[in-house]
């Protein structure tokens, strides 16, 4: 299932003109992660999705509020912030 821009619950973001080229696309890297770039949160939810069984549009939603809410902002990369979201999200109740 891919989470998409409309998925999203929060209106905050910014979002890049990629002009046909997909600029967040592999696997996570050392790259900034900004956790207000649109394109850079759909990735890193769409990155933990293709790996997570029975992944829902609700678990992205989870898992935005969890950057916008509780992620340290001393998380810099994104190979940190898909990191702390499979920590999060193996130890963190469902209803959040």
């Given at each position: 299932m891919l989470f998409q821009k409309d998925h999203l619950s929060g209106d905050?973001?910014?979002w890049n003109s990629h002009n046909g080229r997909q600029e967040?696309?592999?696997?996570?890297?050392?790259?900034?992660?900004?956790?207000?770039n649109g394109d850079q949160l759909?990735?890193?939810?769409?990155?933990?999705?293709?790996l997570a069984v029975g992944f829902s549009v609700e678990e992205?939603?989870?898992i935005e509020r969890?950057?916008?809410d509780r992620m340290p902002f001393d998380i810099?990369?994104?190979?940190s912030v898909f990191n702390w979201i499979?920590?999060?999200m193996?130890?963190?109740?469902?209803s959040i």
């Amino acid at each position: 299932m891919l989470f998409q821009k409309d998925h999203l619950s929060g209106d905050e973001y910014s979002w890049n003109s990629h002009n046909g080229r997909q600029e967040f696309a592999g696997e996570p890297s050392r790259r900034l992660f900004d956790r207000f770039n649109g394109d850079q949160l759909l990735f890193i939810i769409n990155f933990y999705g293709s790996l997570a069984v029975g992944f829902s549009v609700e678990e992205g939603r989870r898992i935005e509020r969890m950057i916008n809410d509780r992620m340290p902002f001393d998380i810099k990369s994104e190979i940190s912030v898909f990191n702390w979201i499979k920590k999060e999200m193996l130890s963190s109740p469902a209803s959040i």
